[in-house]
Structure formats: structure tokens, C-alpha cells
């Protein structure tokens, strides 16, 4: 009985031990994630694939390397859940040089338990704006701002004063930093020159995960990469401002030439799956309308050049409505579509209605050349004299014809010039009209 009540206090003991004293990770390598774009689904689904990935194989800590733009703060405010409530530990560091952590991206980077960034990055501009990229209404934006801005103070108190008022700032002022600039304050814990010199730097640092305290050993630890699944890299690489411009572009061309020539089948089916594939990228990239707007209008007087030609006047006006819509489509400053691409774009597809469209229309707008309608204009033989009605051979057929200008002599060519029911109208032809196979001729 003595014995046991010991042992039991000897338990209690070392359970009380145990949490006086920072836990020490125990893994034998570093989970890595590399994501560049929108804070989306996509993100979202990634970072969790990415803790539950870490939590099976033992990984001392995951690391997030990551250049975002921003994005829905839904998405935002779920990621921020996972990383507070991961049973590993979180590092993200924005990575590489050039890259930036803005809007949606700071409060990701200030929810984990380690915050780095490598020289030439950015942080901050967290100011919330509408899903079609435009300010808010006055009223509204003041709620937003405010729930936001106590959001990032309670993600950013734990690392000091300094941080925490630079972070509510960085929604309400739309603040940002750089990398040197957020170290001073304490946004950050590091700077790190790639990930390597990060884990080295990291090693030894207290962190708390679940409410308990845990000292990081990464120093010398492999790095695993964890992949993202095949589609989700599809979706992500589309989220591209550029890439996202060109598949609206490519669909709605896809769509009018099939339009203006159907049966084509495979220009349609083509542009319908560029214009959806559009549509995800311009909602992940919190679209304009108004550049939407104007990229309609281009390609509407595209559309009408060709029906009431106007030698490219309006063609030309379409080109400027296409690279002013496509300026003003995304209206953050880091989702932008690149001139190269906006000049590209619009003078190739001036082009492209100039010559495939117009051809195509052409094609519709001939005269038919089978039944009766496909008579017309076609030279046949006198077979009997028309004065003013006789017989006419004409493509293979005899026709019972009435001439317009009688008399006609048997043997003289003729040009069909209409129908009348069983009968057709024809006129003596041209000397320079030449027999077709058949008695019949295209005049």
C-alpha cells in the first residue's frame, strides 16, 4: 500500500516537471511548403495537407515559404485557425527576394509561431477592399477595418508593442514594411538569406504550440518538400494576372468564331473551357468589373467593325477599350497584368477579327452553290430559241426558261438571272463567259 502511494507521488511529480519545463521537439527533418499567389481555396487546402503531412511523419516544424498578394479574408481567417491550432509547430517566411506578404498575407505571417523574411521582401498593406477590388463604402469599411485591425493586434501582441501598433497600422494606414524595417519592430523573428540559413537561425528558439511550450531543434535537419496535388497546381498556376487575361481573351475569341462560323465544334468547346477557367482565376484575383466592362466593349466593336466596316476606326477604338480594361482588371498594385502581355493581347486580337473573323463572315455571307438558289449566276446553252421561252441547258439540267432580252438563238450561251417556280430567267451572256463542265459555268 506504502509502495503505491509513493509511486503515485512520483508520478504526480514528474507531471509537474514536465510542464514547468519547455517540451523539446523531437523530429528528424522540416516539412516545407512553397506557395507563390492569392490566398485561395487552393492555399487553404494546401496548408492543411500540409500540418496533417507534418503531424504523421514526426517533423520538428513546418515551414511555409510563401509570396502572396493577399486575398479573401474568409480564406484568411480559416488558414489563421489552422496554423494557431497546429500541433506542429508553423514557420512562415516570405521568400524569395522581390517577394511580399500583403493584405491577407500579413496576418498568415504574423499567425505562426515563427515569422522570417529574406532581404529585398516586403510585408504589410493589409487594408480590406472589395471582392471586386474597390474601396468599400465609407460605413462599411469602417466596420471591416476595425474588426480587422483588433484581428492582426491579437496575432501580433506576442511579439512586442512595436509590432503590434505596426500591424494595426498596416490595416488601417495600409503600412507596409521591409524586411530590415519589420526585424526592428519585432514583426518578424528573422531574416534569413534561404531557407537553409532559416532553420539554422531558428534553432534553439522557444515557441508555444497548443499551450505549451516547445524549444526547436533544427539545426543540420533534412528539409522535405511536400508537393502540391496536380490540380491544385493547375488551379494555382492560373491565378496569374497575365495568365488569367489570356484565357478571357482566348475564350471569348474561341466563342465568337464559333459564332460567326458554326459547326466548327472545336474553337467553341475551347473557348467555353478558357472563358470558365477565366472566371476562377478573375474571382481568385478579386477582378474589376469596370476592366471587365471595357474588355466587353473592345471586343462588342470588334464585332460591329466587321458587321458596318468602318476601315478600323472602330477596330482601333476596340484596341484602346481592350488595354485600358486591361489596366485597370486587378487594382492592387502586386496583381497586375504586365504591358508586354496587355499590348500582346490586344493588337492580336485586333488582328484576329481583322482577318479570321472577317473571313469567316465572309464565308457565311456567300451565295449558296447547291438547289435551285445555286443556279444563279451559273451560264448554260440555248437548246432551243427563246422568244422570249424555250429550253435551256444549264449545269447538266433542262430548264424551261424565259429570256429577257429575246430573241436568243439556239446554241447561245446564257447567264440564269432568277427563278420563277419551275422556270428560271436567264439573259445571252458575255462573250468572255466560258462553257463550265456540263453546260454549267460560275459566272
Not at 114 to 123: D, E, K, Y
Not at 131 to 147: F, H, I, M, P, Q
Not at 232 to 246: C, H, K, M, Q, Y
Amino acid at each position: 500500500m506504502r509502495t503505491r502511494k509513493i509511486f503515485w507521488a512520483l508520478l504526480i511529480a514528474l507531471s509537474i516537471l514536465a510542464t514547468a519545463f519547455p517540451v523539446s521537439g523531437n523530429g528528424d527533418h522540416l516539412d516545407l511548403l512553397v506557395f507563390d499567389g492569392p490566398i485561395t481555396p487552393v492555399f487553404e487546402r494546401y496548408i492543411e495537407h500540409g500540418i496533417a503531412t507534418a503531424q504523421k511523419d514526426g517533423a520538428e516544424a513546418l515551414i511555409i515559404k510563401m509570396d502572396t498578394p493577399g486575398g479573401s479574408v474568409d480564406i484568411t481567417h480559416k488558414i489563421v485557425q489552422d496554423i494557431l491550432n497546429s500541433p506542429v509547430p508553423v514557420v512562415v517566411y516570405i521568400a524569395p527576394s522581390g517577394a511580399h506578404a500583403a493584405s491577407a498575407g500579413t496576418f498568415v505571417t504574423l499567425a505562426a509561431q515563427v515569422a522570417a523574411m529574406a532581404p529585398g521582401t516586403t510585408i504589410g498593406a493589409a487594408s480590406p477592399i472589395s471582392s471586386e477590388g474597390k474601396d468599400l463604402e465609407k460605413t462599411l469599411k469602417k466596420k471591416v477595418t476595425n474588426v480587422l485591425a483588433k484581428d492582426i493586434r491579437n496575432l501580433a501582441e506576442r511579439r512586442g508593442q512595436k509590432a503590434a501598433d505596426w500591424a494595426e497600422k498596416a490595416v488601417t494606414e495600409a503600412q507596409a514594411a521591409t524586411a530590415k524595417e519589420a526585424l526592428e519592430m519585432g514583426v518578424v523573428d528573422f531574416v534569413a538569406d534561404d531557407v537553409i540559413d532559416l532553420r539554422d537561425k531558428m534553432d534553439g528558439m522557444k515557441v508555444t504550440v497548443q499551450g505549451k511550450e516547445v524549444v526547436l531543434h533544427t539545426k543540420g535537419l533534412p528539409i522535405r518538400k511536400i508537393p502540391m496535388s496536380p490540380l491544385d497546381a493547375f488551379l494555382n498556376a492560373i491565378t496569374s494576372p497575365t495568365i488569367a487575361a489570356i484565357l478571357l481573351t482566348l475564350g471569348i475569341n474561341g466563342l465568337i468564331f464559333e459564332l460567326a462560323s458554326p459547326g466548327a465544334y472545336l474553337p467553341g468547346i475551347i473557348g467555353a473551357i478558357c472563358l470558365l477557367l477565366s472566371f476562377y482565376a478573375l474571382g481568385a484575383l478579386n477582378a474589376n468589373y469596370t476592366g471587365l466592362l471595357f474588355i466587353a466593349l473592345a471586343f462588342l466593336l470588334f464585332i460591329v467593325d466587321i458587321k458596318a466596316p468602318t476601315h478600323g476606326v472602330l477596330t482601333a477604338g476596340g484596341i484602346a477599350s481592350f488595354i485600358f480594361g486591361s489596366m485597370v482588371l486587378f487594382s492592387t498594385p502586386y496583381t497586375k497584368v504586365p504591358w508586354a502581355a496587355i499590348i500582346g493581347l490586344a493588337f492580336g486580337t485586333g488582328a484576329f477579327f481583322l482577318f479570321a473573323i472577317a473571313a469567316a463572315v465572309r464565308t457565311y455571307r456567300k451565295r449558296p452553290v447547291t438547289g435551285q438558289e445555286g443556279l444563279i449566276g451559273m451560264v448554260g446553252e440555248a437548246r432551243s430559241r427563246l422568244a422570249p421561252e424555250g429550253m435551256v441547258l444549264v449545269h447538266g439540267e433542262l430548264w424551261q426558261a424565259v429570256a429577257e432580252d429575246p430573241p436568243i438563238r439556239k446554241g447561245e450561251s446564257v447567264v440564269v438571272t432568277g427563278i420563277h417556280g419551275l422556270k428560271i430567267k436567264v439573259r445571252r451572256a458575255n462573250k468572255a463567259s466560258a462553257t463550265s463542265q456540263d453546260g454549267g459555268k460560275q459566272a
